[in-house]
């Protein structure tokens, strides 16, 4: 039984390619996350000879799906954030779908219902209306009603995507305004676990990106889940004319005298280009240069996760749940950090698919996520194979216990299908070192690196999540390849409208 109703066509298209046609390219990208795919679109669209490298079989990188037992599962995207209606103009989503001429219609985005954040005695609901949440802290939190209206005040007129902000703490910063410990703390919960590469506390600007991706303009989902949305990048790539090699990965970038000049495939092939973007992160990246390196350590981030996938013939709202996603959390302070042990056992996300208003699914479907400790689950893994596979178990088991908590009934129910993966399985599948989901807690805002020609998108150049990482693709692009005056940009075809177009969307 596939899992959902429709299939879209998603496969890879017969006779994909693995090795490159040409030797030399005006610009190479490392990866098909979804910030290298936006960013070969863009460069493509303007006539640059671009060429995709990813070292997989598929694209999307984090956000991607896999078959198994006849069941097509999305891995990564709990969903789409920055929900905006089609007539919403200048919303990050509508602004990257203009940008790569992708039409509103063709991502299917169906919003959710409501989502929360629950701590032992208090929740906060909040949908893509933004008065449910005004209404909820008005409920749980009266004390606070003017002074949540102070901060959001200062969030809207924040220009988050600003590349010269500087670095301020954004807990000290909120804490200006809300002065109730366990609201901050309430506020903090999605944002930190859905987009921060620090522990326990993020730069204020990130937080500004998420708090209006999450809490203003909300989720969504498009029919067809993540492959619905690698499907459209994909056909794009091809209409513009993007070259993309699947299963051939960059495994050395050249450089002379801190100047990029081409690029060694996996499959062995030089390549001669000028430009390389890459969206490996920021340590990965530097590790694939070839002469000495220049001084400088971006650090390996620490965050890393499981996911736990059920599926059962009862749906959430046969348990009488209608939450799309649960920021589930058994403490008043949020504790987001490594874990001591191999997973943390005090909060968790939830996330039920079938409760987007359009259920496309023909079965009840369970994600949990839990922070994770990557360094005791890779020792696991090399060393007692047999127990690593026991504590997955463990954390099937756990994942149940939470899920129980929330639908009373829930483990008496026959599980038709389940899944674990490990920090290891996020390093495995993305390249990313200690399986960080959110990269390096080093950023490079304006995606340069201290090599000449060398630069960075998606994760580690700093926006996160899918639309923020596609937004970081087209930003990169379009700033470090069609406006950047290097002798490659010259009788390009960028002029007029054109030119104002892209910088005007060198920020989001
Ligand atoms: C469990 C989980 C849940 C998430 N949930 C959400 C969510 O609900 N909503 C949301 O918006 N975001 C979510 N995210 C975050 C989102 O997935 C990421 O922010 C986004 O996908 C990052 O995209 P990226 O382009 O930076 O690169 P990545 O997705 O990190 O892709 C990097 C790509 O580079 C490739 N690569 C690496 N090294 C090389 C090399 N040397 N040569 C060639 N290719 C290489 C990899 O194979 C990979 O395809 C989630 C992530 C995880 C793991």
Known sequence: MGLLKEEVNLAIPMGRQFDPKETSYDAVIIGAGMSGMAAAIRLAMYDKKVLLLERHTISGGLNSYYNRRKRSLDVGLHALTNFAAKKERGRPLTKLLKQLRLPYEELQLSPQFESRVQFPEVGLRFSNDLDLLLSEIEKNFPHEKDNFSKLLHHIENFNEVALDNKTVMAKDEVRRFIKDPLLVEMIFCPLLIYGSAWENDMDFSQFVIMFKSIFIEGFGRSRGGVRRILELLRNRLEEVGAEVCYRNGVKKIITERGKVVGVVTDRGQTLKTPKVLSCAGYPETLSLIDEEKIDSNPRVGRLSFTETIITLNERPKDFGLKDTIIFHNNQNHYSYQRPESLIDHKSAVLCLPNNFRDDDYQEGVYRLTMMANYPQWRELKEKTPQLYKEKKE??????????????????????????????????????????????????????????????????????????????????????????????????STVQGNEEREISSSITP
């Open 394 to 491: 463990e954390v099937l088991q756990e994942s149940i216990k939470i899920l129980e908590s929330y639908m009373p009934g829930f483990k008496n129910k026959e599980i038709t299908f389940s899944d674990v993966f490990s920090p290891t399985t996020v390093e495995r599948y993305t390249g990313h070192f200690g399986g960080c989901v959110y990269g390096s807690p080093d950023k490079s805002r304006d995606g340069t690196t201290p090599y000449d020609g060398l630069f960075l998108c998606g994760t580690d150049q700093g926006f996160l999540g899918i639309i923020g990482s596609m937004l970081s693709g087209i930003s990169m692009a379009n700033l470090h390849g069609l406006m950047a005056s290097t002798p490659q940009n010259k009788g």
